[in-house]
Structure formats: structure tokens, C-alpha cells
């Protein structure tokens, strides 16, 4: 069967084969959680880490702006494949990599990998995404980024007593963008059929005028703020917790991952349907002031309990918190700019995951305390919450400035 999306069905196999092609992109960087620490063990000199770590999300930051005017449905399926077939070298390449220069290159080749993979992809999905189910949809989306983060970590703990290094696992992930090869081989009829009926504004490419006026819009722009400051936050946890643990003594790191993003997961298969029956604002609003508490507690988490306790709040608040903001911003965009605007929000996360490492790395080479730039996430999550605040004073008519 055919189906069209403008039908209402929202698990389409188009839309699940898409989500796991995601799954294979964020395998390819969730395994990196422990990035900084392998650069220690290869020797490269500190103050190079934290900019080694955050160059790949760098390169990602910088292509991606160029990238989504030149990116639409009708070459999507070919930068897709393309794609996955340099992640396959890419990863690979880790195991021969060991000189600052040498990894400057290769992190920049992963970053434009990543982002033309990963545009590709949403540029597609975007378009099995019925608007009713805009929040169970992105929900959806969000488990599949997620999936990675919950398995890879503790799986790579597993597995490092019995390799050379971390190298040997980022070369192992290649093996799920080869199987996402076979899966869009097998996808390619199913795609061109389901977007031969689609309308002929949503398959051209956008001009610039198209992407001038969406910038215009001010829900976009403080969404995608909103956005920018929560990954901030969220790449603080990624990059540094495995460090925040050993300095507390406290806890495994793998298993906190799992904690943590099997919740996130949980949240997110059992709250999707529910999300688009509340106020989305208000519930935000909620969860980012526990994800604030959390962020403030972790460096303080002296007991066992405690340390898991709070991966169980962090992945729910978290879970809630970024398919909420994601849906938000897709019933704020037209039609033809839902892509677009989709991927803006990949760009916000490009900009986390880049700054984080890089400031986050130069606050510890100063002295700071691993702790300390949890507290700074949980700084930047107040501001995430002072735009949707914001946001829901303007919706209400409370703040009128239309400037």
C-alpha cells in the first residue's frame, strides 16, 4: 500500500525505516560520550582535547547553514546514501588516527558526514509526519536519537576491557551504517512512491526570500533559542559525566547513561500520545525546572542511590523536554518550511555539542572542577526557561513587543 502523507497514519514503514536510519547516525556519536578521555589515552596534549572533542559538531555547525538551502526531497535519497557510505570510511579511519593534526581532519570530514546524513534524513521524514501528531511524531524521533545513547555507552564499557582502545568500537559502528545502506536499497521504490502525489511547493527547493520570511517569525527564532540553550546543557552531560563521576567516586557511568536514556526512551513511547492533549508550553515549563535541580544536584550526589535517583530525573525531564520544543517549532513553521526548521533544530544541537566541549575544555584547563560546569548547564537551562516564559506571556497577549 501506498501511502501519501497527507493521510493521518503516522507509523508508516517509510517513517520507521527513516527513524532508523537516525539511529545509525546518532550510534555514530553516541559512541564518542568518552571521546575526551581516549584523547588522554592516546596522548594527545590537553589543550587540544576539549577542541578535538567539539570539532566534529564544529564542522557540523558550520556546513549545516549552507547545506539546507541547497537540500530538499528530490536529492535527499541520494546525499542520504552517499552519506552512509562515507560514515562506513569514517569511522573506520579512527584506528589509524592518532596525531593532532591528522584528527583535526578527520573530525571535520566526520562533522560534514554527519550533517549531510542527518539533513538528508529529516528533509524526508518530515513529510510522513501527519500536523495532528506533530508531538507523538517528534516524540518518536526523539526515542530513535535517544536508542544510542542508552545502548552504546554501557555496551562500549562492556567491550573496552577486551579491545586495544576505544578506536576499535568507533570502527565497530560501521557496521550499523552498512545495514542502513541495505535498508534504503530496499526503501528507494517505497519513497518514490509515497512523494510522487506530494504538492509541488513542498518538493521544490527553498529560495531565500522563503528563509528571510520563516526568521521572521518570532516563535521560530525564540524556539530555536530555547532550543540552542537546552543542548547546551544536554552536551554538558554527555561530554563530562563520565569525568564528573570518577572525580565523585560515585556511581558507574554506563549504567547512569542507561538510567538515564531508558527513561528518556520510556517518557517518550508512553507520554507521546498525551503530549498533544496538554499545554505544551506549560508542561515545558515544568520539566525544565526539574531538569534545572538536577543539573544543580549531580555534582552533589554523595550516595549510591542519590546518583541514580537523579539519571532517573534528568531522562524524564530531558525525554519530555526536547520532542516537546521540536513540536513546538513544527506547529509554528508552514508546511514547506517544517523541514527546514526541523533540521535549524539539528543545527542548534550542532552549536551545543561544539561549544560545550571547547568551553567547557577551557574551564578545566584553568582549574575549574568537573562540577563546576554542571552548574553553568544548569545556567544555561534558566535561560531556556526564561524564553519559553516568554513565549507563553506573548501567546497569552501578557507581553506585547512586536519589534
Known sequence: MTVKPDEKSLFTFEFMALCLVIVTAFCNVSVFYSFYYYLGVIEIPLVWRGFLVGLEPMAAF??????????????????????????????????????????????????????????????????????????????TLAVATMIPY??????????????????????????????????????????????SGMDAVLMRRLTIAD????????????????????????????????????????????????????TMIAVRLFGAAVFDRL???????????????????????????????LAVVYGGSMGIALPILNALIFSASAPALRGLNTNMTLFTLDAGYFLTPYLGGMLITLGAGFGALFYVAAGFTLLCLTLIMALDCRKKGECVNES
Open 62 to 139: 558550520g556546513l549545516r547553514l549552507f547545506v539546507l538551502p541547497w537540500l530538499h526531497v528530490r536529492n535527499a535519497y541520494g546525499v542520504i546514501m552517499a552519506a552512509l557510505a562515507l560514515l562506513v570510511i569514517v569511522s573506520c579511519s579512527y584506528l589509524f588516527v592518532t596525531t593532532v593534526t591528522a584528527m583535526i581532519i578527520l573530525r571535520i570530514i566526520h562533522g560534514t558526514v554527519f550533517v549531510l546524513l542527518t539533513s538528508a534524513v529529516i528533509s524526508l521524514m518530515v513529510n510522513f509526519i501527519p500536523s495532528e501528531k506533530s508531538g507523538q511524531g517528534f516524540s
Open 150 to 195: 542508552a545502548i552504546i555507552p554501557p555496551l562500549t564499557e562492556a567491550l573496552l576491557p577486551h579491545v586495544r582502545n576505544a578506536a576499535d568500537i568507533y570502527a565497530g559502528v560501521s557496521i550499523f551504517s552498512a545495514a542502513a545502506i541495505l535498508l534504503m536499497i530496499a526503501l528507494r521504490k517505497r519513497i518514490g512512491n509515497a512523494l
Open 279 to 309: 499545554n505544551k508550553l506549560r508542561l515545558l515549563m515544568i520539566v525544565l525546572v526539574l531538569l534545572i535541580l538536577c543539573l544543580i544536584a549531580l555534582p552533589n550526589a554523595g550516595m549510591l542511590s542519590l546518583y541514580y535517583l
Open 211 to 262: 528563509i528571510r520570511d520563516n526568521f521572521k517569525q518570532h516563535a521560530v527564532v525564540i524556539l530555536l533559542l530555547a532550543m540552542l540553550f537546552i543542548y547546551l546543557a544536554h552536551a554538558t552531560f554527555f561530554y563530562f559525566m563520565k569525568n564528573l563521576s570518577l572525580q565523585t567516586g560515585v556511581g558507574n557511568v554506563g549504567a547512569f547513561f542507561t538510567v538515564s536514556m531508558a
